[in-house]
């Protein structure tokens, strides 16, 4: 068991670029060395970005199992919701958040998705303005009261500030499709 405590530990990959291992023995971290800044920004996007999904999860989660939410969808149609909120298919950023677009018209839909959870949750009551997919100043309220609402909620729920969607720094090499590994 000894020998397992003084070997070292396999190298960490994140989307396939591997991480420096930090080496404790090392004296004043002399030869440590530090991702490059474009991949400490993307680190820091990625679990950031994965932070707000599994809040939103979470948080739509909780609410079903304390019976506040106003849903009869099965859980597997709620987890595909929330899912579909961001993009869909993994709760692991692999692409910018389709809700921090850089045009309003690309985040109507996904501005769309997200409020078909937010408004299920108690006390939300959020209408769809008409010319919301045609006229930016109607969508941009809309999109504000939306976020408002979750925010809001997490707010009272959780009694901390909600965390933030942020865009995915760009000019990275780090691949936006990594195939899974298979364990059997």
């Known amino acids: 068991m000894g020998s397992l405590l003084h070997d070292r530990p396999k190298p960490i990959t994140l989307d396939g670029t591997v991480l420096p291992l930090w080496d404790h023995t090392i004296e004043k971290t002399t030869s440590f060395t530090w991702m490059a800044p474009r991949m400490r920004s993307y680190v820091a996007w990625?679990?950031?970005?994965?932070?707000?999904?599994?809040?939103?999860?979470?948080?739509?989660?909780?609410?079903?199992?304390?019976?506040?939410?106003?849903?009869?969808?099965?859980?597997?149609?709620?987890?595909?919701?929330?899912?579909?909120?961001?993009?869909?298919?993994?709760?692991?950023?692999?692409?910018?958040?389709?809700?921090?677009?850089?045009?309003?018209?690309?985040?109507?839909?996904?501005?769309?998705?997200?409020?078909?959870?937010?408004?299920?949750?108690?006390?939300?009551?959020?209408?769809i303005p008409d010319g919301v997919r045609t006229e930016e100043e109607i969508f941009t309220e809309f999109e504000r009261a939306v976020h408002g609402a979750f925010a809001e909620t997490y707010r009272d729920y959780y009694c901390r500030p909600a965390p933030v969607l942020y865009h995915r720094p760009s000019g990275l090499d780090v691949?936006?499709?990594?195939?899974?590994?298979?364990?059997?």
């Open 46 to 127: 990625r679990l950031s970005e994965q932070y707000w999904r599994f809040s939103l999860e979470h948080l739509d989660t909780f609410l079903i199992s304390i019976g506040h939410v106003r849903t009869t969808d099965a859980r597997t149609d709620r987890h595909a919701k929330v899912a579909a909120a961001f993009g869909g298919g993994t709760y692991v950023p692999r692409t910018n958040n389709p809700l921090v677009a850089a045009t309003w018209s690309e985040r109507v839909d996904a501005v769309l998705r997200f409020h078909d959870i937010v408004n299920s949750w108690p006390c939300m009551s959020i209408p």
């Open 175 to 184: 691949p936006t499709a990594i195939p899974i590994p298979k364990f059997c």
